[in-house]
């Protein structure tokens, strides 16, 4: 008798792969823009007003009375005198 080796014929599992589509739920981003005004600033140049007192000569009007007699003329009534 002789040995002769018998290969073995195995049987192995191969766990078959599949790729399966799932569908995710992705969250909306949602934007909101406010609009908000922002005021310019502008540089705004003011004139200096400045008040002097300014000294002005004024004439002097130097007033003279006189006294003056005004004469009045009175009216009297005198008597008529007949001579008879």
């Known amino acids: 008798d002789e040995v002769v080796d018998v290969p073995i014929t195995k049987h192995r599992h191969v766990p078959m792969v599949q790729t399966v589509q799932k ?3 992705v ?3 949602q934007y909101i823009d ?3 005004d922002i005021p310019v600033t502008k540089h705004l140049h003011v004139p200096m007003v400045q008040t002097v007192q ?3 000569n ?3 009007v130097q007033v003279i009375d006189r006294v003056v007699d005004v004469p009045i003329t009175k009216h009297r009534h005198v008597p008529m005198v007949q001579t008879v």
């Open 27 to 29: 969250p909306q981003v």
């Open 23 to 25: 569908f995710v739920d």
């Open 58 to 60: 004024v004439p002097q």
């Open 34 to 36: 406010t609009v908000v």
């Open 54 to 56: 300014k000294f002005v």
